[in-house]
């Protein structure tokens, strides 16, 4: 099946710092999305990027679908970064959204 | 914006009891999915679906069955409950490139 496979597993980081999380997906079938999840809370998307390079705000996510990679950067980080970024992919020929195992970022004051 | 509603969000039931978690969206979207999330683990697909009485096996259906009834709702049954099923479920829907997910169903198996 489908593997998504995301690195770190946590990450501590002190306010303004960059944080660089990576997924590698197994299938190039996909549509890849990043996603948050504030502790204890539920998930909101944050970027769509089946390839390329895409930002919104601090966010900037950069897809090489046929490296099977993508790559989530957050700049000048702040404490209400703090939580769990998942990155997913969608199988365009199944419909099955499958999710890696997360980042845990803590951003320190 | 659309919304997900789950319920109930938080349930206690004995090993072997009969549980249903419900899932509705109010915006018609086509897919919608049942996920479990346990600590190490991210969210594991139990079920999906593209529409109503439609059903689709996700990569963790042992002891769970599920239900597209209509295109708002969809239900996840646990017909005997085991205390491995303890977790986080969430359900959540989508239509296109944008995915909308509920706040969750904590689910507790003594």
């Known amino acids: 099946g489908q593997q998504v496979q995301q690195s770190p597993a946590s990450l501590v980081l002190q306010e303004g710092e960059n944080a660089e999380l990576q997924c590698n997906f197994s299938?190039?079938?996909?549509?890849l999305q990043w996603f948050y999840q504030r502790p204890g809370g539920s998930l909101v998307s944050l970027l769509y990027?089946?390839?390329g390079t895409k930002h919104t705000g601090r966010l900037t996510s950069t897809t090489v679908t046929k490296e099977r990679r993508s790559s989530l950067h957050i700049s000048s980080s702040q404490t209400t970064d703090s939580g769990t970024y998942f990155c997913?992919?969608?199988?365009?020929?199944?419909?099955?959204?499958?999710f890696g195992d997360g980042t845990v970022l803590t951003v320190k004051p | 914006e659309a919304a997900v509603t789950q319920s109930p969000r938080n349930k206690v039931t004995v090993t072997g009891g009969n549980v249903t978690l419900s899932c509705r969206q109010t915006?018609?979207?086509?897919?919608m999915y049942w996920y479990r999330q346990d600590t190490g683990h991210g969210l594991r697909l139990i079920h999906y679906?593209?529409?109503?009485?439609?059903?689709q096996i996700g990569d963790v259906p042992d002891g769970y069955k599920a239900t597209r009834t209509t295109q708002e709702d969809f239900f996840l049954l646990l017909e005997l409950a085991s205390p491995s099923q303890t977790s986080l479920y969430f359900c959540a829907s989508s239509v296109g490139n944008t995915l909308y997910f509920g706040e969750g169903s904590r689910l507790i198996v003594v």
């Open positions: 990027n089946p390839s």
């Open positions: 679906s593209y529409g109503a009485g439609n059903l």
């Open positions: 997913a992919i969608y199988n365009t020929n199944t419909g099955k959204l499958t």
């Open positions: 299938s190039t079938a996909t549509r």
């Open positions: 915006n018609s979207h086509n897919y």
